[in-house]
């Protein structure tokens, strides 16, 4: 008996290659279906995205960032200030920690990234900054205490009894701070220049302005409404120092290092510092000494001077590093033109973190100044830290 397959009406079944194609028919069907969708849902996507630039063009919103710039209003408010004078801005402005408040004694405070420029200018130039101890203060004075004599002890028996020990003696240093100011001057025309960076161009005068007056108080001030300097000091030979004075030691020629051995002085002069201080020791002296020096061999012809193998790094004296300030004296007859020691240690400088910028269109027209102003002092709070070397005989 034949057995042929049926279909569900009792037809003959449709062949694989038939299911196959009406498969892949389905499917191509449903592809379409879903690509159509999608190209749809994109389209809707793209006008909305449309939309919602144009209003934020229109409107003038500020491009979304992963952090807010708290420096930026200040900044726009403070360029405002400086060109137009509108100060509108910046009494308005609610900022956030106390370096960017406004002043309530005249003028304002520069921005951050203005105040960073300036700092770091001044500790780029060639001033005893860079080596002292720097404070930041809010005071109108900072005060170091020193206790300038030592602990009495001495050796005791089992049963013996002990001896009361001297009593401490405290020297209280008051460093004053003083107010250094600048008066840098633009014409109207100039600020008036979109294209011109005033800020820039403000912290350049004023960082250059004001690391001149520093570099010099704090070598040569002598108190009198500016910092005191370590070489105002009164200065006594290394065998008679007391607290209050720097101790010198004496090349043994006049106005020149000893002909037969130039190099001893310099020996003297470091190991006249105590042993903690000398760790820390650095040379201190101008362009035209350095001259001199770097030109002085030991024994064996080897040279004293070396110069610095890495960028950003002094050169050094004997293996200690030197400072170039020009503000320290020549060569000369009785000159103290040589100093080392610890200036950390020895020398501190203190200032108060602000910067006021106050503009007067008035005084000088067609110009505008920019008046400046910042607070800082500096004097000597060990004078056992420091030594100097004196062109003389004695």
Request: hydrophobic share 40%; proline share 4%.
């Amino acid at each position: 008996m034949d057995m042929t397959e049926t279909g569900p009406a009792g037809g003959e079944a449709p062949s694989p290659a038939a299911e196959m194609k009406t498969a892949v028919a389905g499917f191509v069907a449903e592809f379409k279906g879903f690509r159509n969708e999608m190209t749809e849902r994109l389209k809707q996507q793209e006008s909305r995205l449309t939309m919602l630039d144009r209003k934020t063009t229109a409107g003038a919103r500020p491009a979304l960032a992963r952090e807010a710039d708290t420096a930026a209003p200040h900044r726009k408010a403070l360029t405002a200030y400086l060109r137009s004078g509108d100060d509108d801005g910046l009494r308005g402005l609610e900022l956030e920690g106390k370096a960017l408040s406004t002043s309530g004694d005249g003028g304002y405070l520069v921005d951050a990234v203005t105040s960073e420029t300036i700092q770091s200018v001044l500790h780029s130039a060639a001033s005893i900054r860079q080596i002292a101890n720097v404070v930041t203060v809010e005071a109108t004075s900072y005060d170091v205490l020193v206790d300038t004599t030592d602990v009495g002890s001495g050796w005791v028996s089992e049963t013996g009894t002990v001896a009361d020990s001297d009593t401490p003696v405290m020297d209280r240093i008051s460093i004053p701070l003083y107010e250094l100011a600048a008066l840098p001057k633009a014409s109207q025309r100039l600020l008036d220049d979109s294209a011109f960076d005033v800020e820039g161009w403000l912290a350049g005068r004023i960082a250059d302005k004001f690391a001149r007056s520093e570099g010099s108080a704090f070598v040569n001030g002598d108190g009198t409404d500016k910092p005191t300097g370590f070489m105002t000091h009164a200065k006594v030979a290394e065998a008679s120092w007391e607290w209050d004075k720097l101790g010198y030691l004496a090349t043994g020629t006049s106005g020149a290092f000893d002909a037969t051995d130039p190099a001893d002085a310099l020996v003297d002069l470091v190991y006249a510092l105590g042993a903690r201080y000398r760790a820390n020791g650095t040379f201190v002296m101008n362009s035209k000494t350095a001259g001199a020096v770097r030109k002085l061999k030991d024994g064996e012809g080897r040279f004293l001077w070396a110069d610095s193998l890495a960028a950003g790094e002094p050169a050094r004296l004997m293996g200690y590093p030197v400072l170039l300030s020009e503000d320290m004296p020549d060569i000369g007859a009785g000159a103290f033109a040589i100093a080392f020691g610890d200036f950390r240690a020895g020398y501190t400088v203190a200032e108060r973190p602000d910067l006021r910028v106050l503009r007067d269109p008035f005084s000088a027209k067609p110009h505008v100044l920019f008046y400046a102003t910042k607070r800082v002092g500096g004097d000597v709070t060990d004078f056992a830290a420091i030594k100097l070397l004196k062109f003389g005989v004695s």
